[in-house]
């Protein structure tokens, strides 16, 4: 069984850099039940069940364009209901020394997924599923995104070293990122907690 992988880069932008237009309008629940209900078939595939960019990933409505603390979570809580149906298509866990996220991407045409870091502290893959007119390639992100493209944002967490992280594509569909943990966090971490009674 032969896979191609490949590395994809990571951008990373500041805040002097961001494009505050970008994802400023919101997907509300009762606009994704209309524009799911249109029953375009890779309408479903981008954001039906399982898919990491539906809203109802986590069995609620959550607006992917919203950062999401996915590494605080367990994938086997969150994800139960879908895993009882084989439905998903999207696992994370943390490891010793990083943090990981695997997903099967919409498999529509060839994928054109980005993945960002934005200040450290967000990461952001997204990509399209719609072919646009040319003028509206750099803003697609800030009018009705989903009519066009697809986005997951993830808060990362305080140990996650961003700058080492690794984006990896296999057979054009599966992506893996990595994102290693600091090793030097373990002395300035404080838990806030006190002491053990």
């Not at 951008?11 to 994802?23: I, R």
């Not at 509300?28 to 209309?34: A, I, L, R, S, T």
């Not at 800030?142 to 990896?168: Q, T």
Request: proline content about 4%; aromatic content about 10%.
């Amino acid at each position: 069984m032969s896979s191609s992988s490949t590395k994809i880069e990571v951008h990373h932008h500041t805040e002097d850099q961001k494009n505050p237009e970008k994802w400023c309008v919101l997907l509300g629940e009762d606009v994704f039940k209309k524009f799911i209900c249109q029953g375009n078939p890779t309408v479903h595939k981008v954001f039906g069940d399982g898919s990491l960019f539906s809203p109802l990933l986590f069995g609620k409505f959550f607006d992917p364009s919203d950062a999401f603390p996915l590494w605080e979570f367990e994938s086997d809580i969150l994800l139960s209901h879908l895993r009882s149906t084989g439905q998903t298509t999207v696992d994370w866990l943390q490891t010793d020394q990083a943090y990981v996220l695997k997903a099967e991407l919409p498999g529509v045409g060839k994928n054109q997924v980005q993945v960002l870091v934005e200040n450290g502290k967000i990461v952001e893959i997204s990509g399209q599923w719609k072919q646009i007119k040319e003028s509206m390639k750099k803003d697609w992100r800030s009018g009705h995104w989903w009519e066009f493209g697809y986005v997951r944002r993830l808060e990362l967490p305080e140990d996650a070293d961003w700058r080492k992280m690794e984006v990896f594509l296999s057979n054009d569909i599966l992506v893996e990122i990595r994102i290693p943990k600091n090793s030097s966090s373990g002395s300035d971490v404080s838990q806030g907690n006190g002491a053990a009674a």
